[in-house]
């Protein structure tokens, strides 16, 4: 058994900062891949950031500069640090990962439950 738990979301102004948290814990035998999604409402959810176990990272071009990802190897943790937010940011984030468990041989996507990131004035 895998879960993913997000938080950090919350309210917050434009040109504001927030940092969200992401913890895996179960039967982890490898962590591939972390990143985070989002959803808007009436829209697909897409892409925000990713980072590999070997340190590369994919940003979307709307987030490019503005937002960090980061690993804790050690603790299964993955960051986005959110820096300079503007109302179009609004969207519910989610936590995805790339993780193979110990009774696996091929690796299995898991998703957090997601959390609330509001940016209004």
């Known amino acids: 058994q895998v879960q993913l738990v997000e938080s950090g979301g919350g309210l917050v102004q434009p040109g504001g900062s927030l940092r969200l948290s992401c913890a895996a814990s179960?039967?982890?035998?490898?962590?591939?891949?972390m990143g985070w999604y989002r959803q808007a409402p009436g829209k697909q959810r897409e892409l925000v950031a990713a980072?590999?176990?070997?340190?590369?990272?994919n940003y979307a071009d709307s987030v490019r500069v503005r937002f960090t990802i980061s690993r804790e190897n050690a603790k299964n943790m993955v960051y986005l640090q959110m820096n300079s937010l503007k109302p179009e940011d609004t969207a519910v984030y989610y936590c995805?990962?790339?993780?193979?468990?110990?009774?696996?041989?091929?690796?299995?996507?898991?998703w957090g439950q997601g959390t609330q990131v509001t940016v209004s004035s």
């Open positions: 980072l590999t176990s070997g340190g590369s990272t």
């Open positions: 179960g039967s982890i035998a490898s962590i591939y891949t």
């Open positions: 995805n990962a790339l993780i193979r468990r110990y009774d696996q041989i091929r690796p299995t996507d898991y």
